[in-house]
């Protein structure tokens, strides 16, 4: 199993950024796929997840309304496009096959940075 995310960077607060996530070793249509991500200091946040079929996403309190998950099946890719960013999203972020906070495994992350 492989997870490579992308797309991560320095934006400033407002901005915008679309995250990438390709897998690789499984059956990626089969499986839910979560983003999670971990700031400074603090422990793993779950963010978001989809269902196997796309038909289901749940979202974090703190990113609704700001953040969408969604997949390409044909492309093995897991994609969360995050708007109207605010200095508390600045973490590195993951995704995971699985569902919650200790969805498993993760990949090796990538690091969004949102500041002035």
């Known amino acids: 199993v492989q997870l490579v995310e992308s797309g991560g960077g320095l934006v400033q607060p407002g901005g915008s950024l679309r995250l990438s996530c390709t897998a690789s070793?499984?059956?990626?249509?089969?499986?839910?796929m979560s983003w999670v991500r971990q700031a400074p200091g603090k422990g793993i946040e779950w963010v978001s997840d989809?269902?196997?079929?796309?038909?289901?996403?749940s979202y974090a309190d703190s990113v609704k309304g700001r953040f969408t998950i969604s997949r390409d099946d044909a492309a093995n890719t897991l994609y969360l496009q995050m708007d109207n960013l605010r200095s508390e999203d600045t973490a590195l972020y993951f995704c995971?096959?699985?569902?919650?906070?200790?969805?498993?495994?993760r990949g090796r992350g990538t690091q969004v940075t949102v500041s002035s």
């Open positions: 995971a096959r699985g569902t919650g906070k200790d969805a498993s495994p």
């Open positions: 070793g499984f059956a990626f249509n089969l499986f839910y």
């Open positions: 989809i269902s196997w079929d796309a038909l289901k996403t």
